[in-house]
């Protein structure tokens, strides 16, 4: 696995691009979204954002003793998560708080829409 990391997503990229199905993405496109996809392509990161997804706002110290990783490897996967646009964090005394962008699948979603149409063509 790379340790290369994430570049911070640009969401204004991701508005930009059509649904998939209406036409193919062109390089630069692909190149805007696919870090979002790399950021949620992680088992622990993606199970962390449907744990983030699902209340208001969490506590970092809600999130790390529902897994068997060490605090600083769950920091780092939620700094990728913050690093991709996928959520948002907030310090509160020694404690961070973390909390879902909604906008940024709200795009994700528009970019992943299959039409009707296509879907009666299959």
Do not use: N
């Amino acid at each position: 696995m790379s340790k290369q990391p994430l570049p911070v997503v640009d969401l204004s990229a991701v508005a930009c691009c059509a649904p998939i199905a209406a036409r193919p993405m062109d390089d630069d496109q692909a190149a805007a979204v696919a870090p979002l996809f790399k950021a949620l392509g992680d088992p622990v990161r993606l199970r962390l954002m449907s744990m983030i997804a699902s209340v208001p706002e969490i506590c970092v110290c809600d999130l790390t003793p529902a897994f068997d990783l060490s605090g600083p490897t769950i920091s780092h996967h939620l700094r990728v998560l913050r690093d991709a646009g996928l959520v948002d964090s907030e310090r509160r005394g020694t404690w961070v708080w973390y909390r879902v962008r909604p906008e940024a699948f709200r795009q994700l979603g528009a970019l992943l829409d299959i039409p009707t149409a296509a879907r009666a063509a299959e």
